[in-house]
């Protein structure tokens, strides 16, 4: 082969190989490293998409009720299990018709397109409502879930649907545990 071509070629292989580990590291900014749900950033582009071409949309945020006394009480180790567990309901709740994100601490936010086709929200609150176990002990977990429907604003944008979701979701923290409004 000519030493001509191959010298040519490197660059571009260069060039290759650190584009494909800037969109690996672009792929994993857009995702918190403990649950693998999408940060803030990632998921707002794709609920704004969503958020515009679906008129049945509904938005919600979701708060772990007294998880610092879950941390306090069974150690980090146990909180970051109740996280998960948390991430891994609210996906399963989302199913193929929403996606959910961390948006760090405890708190959690998700977009269904159709939300005539998950179980409701009294089921999500259900879900998260149930105990997980944690090196033998039952950590008891609650949440606070606030919801806005996209029909029910006068312009259909993704900030006044979490501004909404945000008003509904400590509305329900107001009337104690295990609300949802």
Known sequence: MDTHVIAAGLPALGWALHGGLLLRRLSTARRDPLTGLHTRAGWTARAD?????????????????????????????????????????????????????????????????????????PALRAALDRPVEHNGHTVAVSASVGHCHRSHLLVPALTDALSAADLSMYAAKGHGRRNTR
């Not at 709740?93 to 086709?117: K, P, S, Y």
Request: net charge negative; hydrophobic share 50%.
């Open 49 to 121: 998409h969503l958020m515009a071409k679906h008129p049945s949309a509904l938005v919600l945020l979701v708060d772990l009720d007294a998880f610092k006394a879950i941390n306090d009480t069974f150690g980090h180790a146990a909180g970051d299990l109740v996280l998960t567990t948390t991430a891994h309901r609210l996906t399963a709740w989302c199913g193929r018709h929403g996606i959910a994100a961390r948006l760090g601490g405890d708190e959690f936010v998700a977009i269904v397109t159709g939300a005539d086709r998950t179980p409701g929200l």
